[in-house]
């Protein structure tokens, strides 16, 4: 080669054939129980977003008058529609803000495109040369034309924080309890509501540590200003930084607890099992 000359990429002829490897781990577990996880739960969310009943207990309800409410994060906030639209569940207005946050958030892409699409399944292995029909090239695209959608999360942001603080308050009514008296509540925790404020936690986490947000707080700048506003931008941005850290541990924790969070205020309002108080 002459000197200033630039060397082109190499490329393959043709896809490697699927799953072909040189590696020697045990590569495919990661993605296969990736996989399973996220389809358990989006089959679970999706019977339950369907399903429209039974998501939330205490007082105001006719199952138990003497209970702190409980609301199913799945359900929230409470949505009460006209008998016209009976048949509609609430959740299906609800579910599309904290459900696009997850869809277009940089590390779900990653898990579910592995997993789910195989594209690719795993670094240095052979990923399909064609999915459902739709034949794939060598040249690497991109998310664009219908993926472009994928841009939207910096967006879905905004409505995960409003959502933040509806499931806060969530936890705050599962500390009242209707008085004995009948006039008024009284303070009370039960296994309910340490269930909801966990939920409520671990999305929390999963929300502050996210890409878009520590981009947002100062992630764009180069360096940061000496006045009291730069100093306040720096340590979001540090508290952010040490966050996201973990953010895939958080993306786990919170999709886990969000679907056990629903299961257990499902149990409580069919009464199999009887949400047990402890203040």
């Known amino acids: 080669m002459a000197h200033g000359e630039i060397a082109e990429a190499s490329v393959p002829s043709k896809l490697s054939p699927f799953a072909a490897t040189n590696r020697r781990d045990h590569w495919w577990v990661g993605p296969l129980v990736t996989g399973l996880v996220l389809t ?96 794939r090239g060598l040249a690497y695209k991109g998310e664009t034309r219908l993926l472009l959608f994928q841009n939207l999360h910096r967006y879905f942001l905004y409505f995960a924080l409003v959502f933040l603080v509806l499931l806060s308050i969530d936890v705050g009514h599962a500390c009242l309890w209707p008085s004995p008296e009948g006039e008024g509540f009284s303070f009370g925790i039960s296994v309910g509501t340490l269930v909801l404020a966990a939920n409520t936690t671990l999305l929390t986490l999963y929300t502050f540590s996210c890409h878009s947000l520590r981009h947002l707080v100062g992630g764009r700048l180069d360096c940061f200003a000496q006045s009291s506003v730069g100093q306040t931008r720096y340590r979001l941005w540090s508290w952010t930084t040490f966050l996201n850290k973990n953010h895939m541990a958080w993306a786990w924790a919170s999709l886990i607890v969000v679907g056990f969070a629903d299961f257990y205020v499902w149990m409580v309002a069919s009464g199999r099992i009887t949400d047990l108080r402890i203040i």
Request: one cysteine or more.
């Open 40 to 135: 358990t739960f989006i089959v679970y969310a999706t019977a339950r977003a369907l399903y429209g009943g039974l998501y939330h207990v205490g007082h105001g309800t006719q199952l138990l008058e003497d209970h702190a409410y409980l609301l199913s994060p799945l359900y929230s906030p409470l949505i009460v529609l006209p008998e016209s639209l009976a048949f509609v569940s609430p959740a299906l207005l609800i579910l599309w803000a904290p459900g696009g946050f997850r869809v277009t958030c940089y590390y779900y892409r990653k898990a579910y495109y592995r997993s789910l699409f195989l594209d690719p399944v795993g670094c240095a292995v052979g990923e399909p040369s064609s999915f459902c029909g739709f034949k």
